[in-house]
């Protein structure tokens, strides 16, 4: 099992920054890939950016050139750093792991609000 808890949300203005953080704990030494996703009021959660074990980085397009994703190993955490901040972006962001081979084990966080005022 893998137990995953986020901080960083909170209330900001269009074109600010936050740095959300997912630590993790527990069975991490299959761990494939990590990420966050986000879900807004009355839409589908969907992937914000995701950094496999290999290194290999994926971003949603509407988040390119403005949120970074990174991790480290040492503190077994994995940050999303976002800049640009506008009211598109408001959703509850939720951190992923997934381990085996095929991701087939799925762990979340409990999630935490990103509200971004025009």
């Known amino acids: 099992q893998v137990q995953l808890v986020e901080s960083g949300g909170g209330l900001v203005q269009a074109g600010g920054s936050l740095r959300l953080s997912c630590a993790a704990s527990?069975?991490?030494?299959?761990?494939?890939?990590m990420g966050w996703y986000r879900q807004a009021p009355g839409k589908q959660r969907e992937l914000v950016a995701s950094?496999?074990?290999?290194?290999?980085?994926n971003y949603a397009d509407s988040v390119k050139g403005r949120f970074t994703i990174s991790r480290d190993n040492a503190k077994n955490t994995v940050t999303l750093q976002m800049n640009g901040l506008n009211p598109e972006d408001t959703a509850v962001y939720y951190c992923?792991?997934?381990?085996?081979?095929?991701?087939?084990?799925?762990?979340w966080g409990k999630g935490t609000q990103v509200t971004v005022s025009s």
């Open positions: 950094l496999s074990s290999g290194g290999r980085l």
């Open positions: 527990g069975s991490l030494f299959s761990i494939n890939a």
């Open positions: 992923h792991y997934c381990s085996g081979s095929g991701c087939w084990n799925h762990y």
